[in-house]
């Protein structure tokens, strides 16, 4: 019998706790480890419609890329936004837990299936973790057959879940994109190791107007590189969750799923016009 203990062991090895940054929040946040698990749910956020999602799919393990409580909470009161997830979890026989930045750094994780996805071949992460050899890091490096940053973006576009905001880009739309850095999640704290990367673009979520705005303008004082590619932070840490729940599948005598929702906040978009580059 597999219990919620075993599972989250697994995860825990394959996804380091140690790899996690200093504030995060990974491991079991609901359920007692002594619960059997006969079927587990993947998913990004564990959102209270992605929580139904698992209840109905019959799970008695939800595994979602960000922590349930990754922030303080006073209250898990039903009435609250964290109490009714807690609860209807506790309700339905659900356990939850988060493997984030761990799974973010590790080998074959959220970096490395972004990069996949996008025909990246990979050199090394962006951001070495400490102590540990190539490719456990922060974020990807490597290359792509060349093509314009317009056709790139394109392409990444093609390559993520389709959101709202789609993709942007900032640089020459003719320009030539090479090398690669990519980073799931939110990522302009690490704009600077991107430019020291000396890569043509760099691919990442959130990219905030003042860090960006300054990014470029100090690219526009050497050769206009790197560019920058900004995504939906759900599309870019989507990615990693099939193979993840068939290696669970694989290393268990359980049944997987992965969410079909899109969790991503935003859910209309309306263009700029007239819009001139």
Same mark, same amino acid.
């Given at each position: 019998?597999?219990?919620?203990?075993?599972?989250?062991?697994?995860?825990?090895?394959?996804?380091?706790?140690? =790899?996690?940054?200093?504030?995060?929040?990974?491991?079991?946040?609901?359920?007692?480890?002594?619960?059997?698990?006969?079927?587990?749910?993947?998913?990004?956020?564990?959102?209270? /419609?992605?929580?139904?999602?698992?209840?109905?799919?019959?799970?008695?393990? =939800?595994?979602?890329?960000?922590?349930?409580?990754?922030?303080?909470?006073?209250? !898990?009161?039903?009435?609250?936004?964290?109490?009714?997830?807690?609860?209807? =979890?506790?309700?339905?026989?659900?356990?939850?837990?988060?493997?984030?930045?761990?799974?973010?750094?590790? $080998?074959? +994780?959220?970096?490395?299936?972004?990069?996949? /996805?996008?025909?990246? *071949? !990979?050199? +090394?992460?962006?951001?070495?973790?400490?102590?540990?050899?190539?490719?456990?890091?922060?974020?990807?490096? +490597?290359?792509?057959?060349?093509? *314009?940053?317009? %056709?790139?973006?394109?392409?990444?576009?093609?390559? @993520?879940?389709?959101?709202?905001?789609?993709? =942007?880009? $900032?640089?020459?739309?003719?320009?030539?994109?090479?090398?690669?850095?990519?980073?799931?999640?939110?990522?302009?704290?690490?704009?600077?190791?991107?430019?020291?990367?000396?890569?043509?673009?760099?691919?990442?979520?959130?990219?905030?107007?003042?860090?960006?705005?300054?990014?470029?303008?100090?690219?526009? @004082? %050497?050769? +206009?590189?790197?560019?920058? !590619?900004?995504?939906?932070?759900? /599309?870019?840490? *989507?990615?990693?969750?099939?193979?993840?729940?068939?290696?669970?599948?694989?290393?268990?005598?359980?049944?997987?799923?992965?969410?079909?929702?899109?969790?991503?906040?935003?859910?209309?978009?309306?263009?700029?016009?007239?819009?001139?580059?």
């Amino acid at each position: 019998m597999t219990t919620v203990a075993d599972v989250v062991a697994w995860v825990e090895k394959r996804f380091p706790p140690e =790899l996690a940054e200093e504030w995060d929040a990974p491991g079991l946040a609901v359920g007692h480890p002594a619960q059997p698990v006969a079927h587990v749910h993947f998913a990004v956020d564990p959102t209270l /419609a992605v929580i139904r999602e698992a209840i109905d799919a019959g799970a008695d393990l =939800l595994i979602t890329h960000h922590p349930l409580l990754l922030r303080g909470v006073t209250s !898990v009161a039903a009435d609250t936004v964290k109490g009714a997830a807690v609860h209807a =979890l506790v309700e339905g026989g659900c356990a939850q837990m988060a493997a984030h930045t761990n799974a973010d750094a590790a $080998a074959t +994780g959220v970096a490395d299936a972004l990069a996949v /996805a996008l025909g990246v *071949s !990979v050199d +090394g992460p962006l951001v070495p973790a400490p102590g540990h050899s190539s490719p456990v890091g922060g974020g990807r490096v +490597g290359t792509i057959k060349p093509t *314009s940053l317009t %056709r790139f973006a394109a392409d990444v576009a093609s390559a @993520l879940p389709a959101t709202a905001a789609g993709v =942007l880009y $900032a640089g020459d739309p003719d320009g030539i994109v090479a090398t690669v850095a990519v980073l799931g999640g939110s990522g302009d704290a690490y704009l600077d190791d991107a430019a020291a990367a000396s890569v043509d673009a760099y691919v990442t979520a959130d990219l905030r107007h003042h860090p960006a705005s300054e990014a470029r303008e100090a690219a526009m @004082l %050497r050769d +206009g590189k790197p560019y920058l !590619v900004s995504v939906s932070h759900f /599309a870019s840490e *989507s990615l990693w969750l099939a193979a993840a729940a068939a290696e669970v599948a694989s290393a268990f005598s359980v049944t997987t799923s992965v969410s079909t929702l899109n969790t991503d906040p935003w859910t209309g978009r309306v263009p700029s016009s007239p819009f001139k580059e």
